[in-house]
C-alpha cells in the first residue's frame, strides 16, 4: 500500500516542490500536504499522475490489472469472498 511517505518520498526524489506538483496534478498545495500526511486518500487518477511526473514506472501494476481483467472477463469467474459457497 503507498502512504503519504511514498508520495513524499517519490516527489522529492524527483526534485519536484509541493507546488509545483499541485500545478501538475491541478489542486490545491494543501492537498498535496493532506496527501503526505495521511490526511486524505490520493485518487487513482491522480496516483498515476503522480508516478508519471515522478518518472515511477507503473508497469508492473498495470500488467497485474491487466491480468485480473481477463481472468474475470474469462470464461471461469473467480468466486467474490461474500458469496455463498
Known sequence: MINGDDLRAMRVNAGISQDAMAKKLRCDRKTIINYEF??????SKQLFLW???????????????????NLT?????????????
Do not use: M, T, W
Not at 38 to 43: E, F, H
Not at 51 to 69: M, P, R, S, T, V
Not at 73 to 85: A, F, R, Y
Open 73 to 85: 472477463n474469462g470464461k471461469e469467474k473467480p468466486s467474490l469472498q461474500d458469496e455463498e459457497p
Open 38 to 43: 495521511g490526511v486524505s486518500d490520493i485518487r
Open 51 to 69: 508516478f508519471l511526473y515522478c518518472k515511477i514506472d507503473a508497469e508492473a501494476l498495470l500488467n497485474e490489472i491487466k491480468q485480473i481483467h
